[in-house]
Each structure stands twice: as structure tokens, then as C-alpha cells.
T-cell receptor, first 114, second 112 residues
């Protein structure tokens, strides 16, 4: 199966620590998206890349959050100085560069900040 | 503001009952519409999509949805649900950037 993969699947960290998540998209997809989902809510858009260029960032993405996609393949999402409010499922999706940009989602990384 | 509203948060049905989940959106410009499903313990999967053409679209597992532009709606239907349809269902809209805006989700519980 060559779907979207995410690592780690679960992360427990103490408040104030930094965490980094990785996403590997479907290989022929040049668009990559990050979303955040909290309990009882639908996913919320954070940011997306086309190849290595970050084209849009949500206002949800505070300056403690940074995302990269250095070679246009995998992407990382880093959260610095984590807060309890950062506890959520972080989802990655990828798509081809063509409308309707049908997105395929990975299994997510569940972050718990204690 | 761009938004998606799903009318039902929790639906309980018996097997063989018909299903309709409501979805309304607020979005300027041309839209692409999606329904995603999340089965227990699994990741989000695309159920069906609409981006042009016939407003009645068919997806996997016998699901269909109708895009009614005048009502800004994209309701999901299935004539006869099965226990295996128990899942969470998300309606989503995107425009020309591909960024998805999701509704809150509807939890469907099908009783055998």
C-alpha cells in the first residue's frame, strides 16, 4: 500500500517541550496539506505545500508552529513550546496538482500534551 | 465566511433504514464538494465528490449525494444502511486552492 503515512502515530509530551511530526505523501502527489482535528470536530486546515513551496498558512498556525517540505517530498510539522491546547490529532493529506485536488489522508498523529 | 454546516450530529438507525445526512455550505465562487467517512479505528476515506457535471453523484458502498446549487446543499443518501456503515461522516468544501473546509461531522450508529 503506498498511501499517505505519518510518524509517529502517538506522541505524549510535557508542556513546554518541542515536538516534530513527519508526513510522507503518495509519491506522485505534489500537494501536501496539514490539518488538525480535536474531539467532536471536523478537521481544520493548517497549511499546504505545492512541491516545496508553502502556499498558505491558516491563522490557526501560530508562530510556535512551523512546517517544511524541503525537497518537495516528505513534510515535517514542528510545534515549539507545546501547550495543553495543542492536544489534537494532526492529519496529513496529499493530492495531485489538479482540480478538484482530491485529497488522500494519512492515519494521523495523536498528540497529548500533559 | 467560508463554512460547512452538518445538521445532524448523531444519527441512530436500524439496518435497512434509509439514510439522509444534511450538509449546507457557505463559500464564494466555484466549489468542489466532498463527503469523507471515518470508520472506527481507521483514517479518513473519500466517499464521493462533486466538482462539475451531473449534480447527482454516486460513491462507494451504495452512497450518493445531490448537489443543489440554489440551496447550497450537498446531502448524502443511502437507501438501505448496513451495520458496517457505522462511522463518522464529514462533509467538506474546497475552492481553487484545494484547501478543505469540513463540517463538524455526523456520527452514524446502525443497530443490527
Amino acid at each position: 500500500d503506498t498511501g499517505v503515512s505519518q510518524d509517529p502515530r502517538h506522541k505524549i509530551t510535557k508542556r513546554g517541550q518541542n515536538v516534530t511530526f513527519r508526513c510522507d505523501p503518495i509519491s506522485e502527489h505534489n500537494r501536501l496539506y496539514w490539518y488538525r482535528q480535536t474531539l467532536g470536530q471536523g478537521p481544520e486546515f493548517l497549511t499546504y505545500f505545492q512541491n516545496e513551496a508553502q502556499l498558505e498558512k491558516s491563522r490557526l498556525l501560530s508562530d510556535r508552529f512551523s512546517a517544511e517540505r524541503p525537497k518537495g517530498s516528505f513534510s515535517t510539522l514542528e510545534i515549539q513550546r507545546t501547550e495543553q491546547g495543542d492536544s489534537a490529532m494532526y492529519l496529513c493529506a496529499s493530492s495531485r496538482h489538479a482540480e478538484p485536488y482530491e485529497q488522500y489522508f494519512g492515519p494521523g498523529t495523536r498528540l497529548t500534551v500533559t | 465566511a467560508q463554512s460547512v454546516s452538518q445538521h445532524n450530529h448523531h444519527v441512530i438507525l436500524s439496518e435497512a433504514a434509509s439514510l439522509e445526512l444534511g450538509c449546507n455550505y457557505s463559500y464564494g465562487g466555484t466549489v468542489n464538494l466532498f463527503w469523507y467517512v471515518q470508520y472506527p479505528g481507521q483514517h479518513l476515506q473519500l466517499l464521493l465528490k462533486y466538482f462539475s457535471g451531473d449534480p447527482l453523484v454516486k460513491g462507494i458502498k451504495g452512497f450518493e449525494a445531490e448537489f443543489i446549487k440554489s440551496k447550497f446543499s450537498f446531502n448524502l443518501r443511502k437507501p438501505s444502511v448496513q451495520w458496517s456503515d457505522t462511522a463518522e461522516y464529514f462533509c467538506a468544501v474546497s475552492g481553487n486552492t484545494g484547501k478543505l473546509i469540513f463540517g463538524q461531522g455526523t456520527t452514524l450508529q446502525v443497530k443490527p
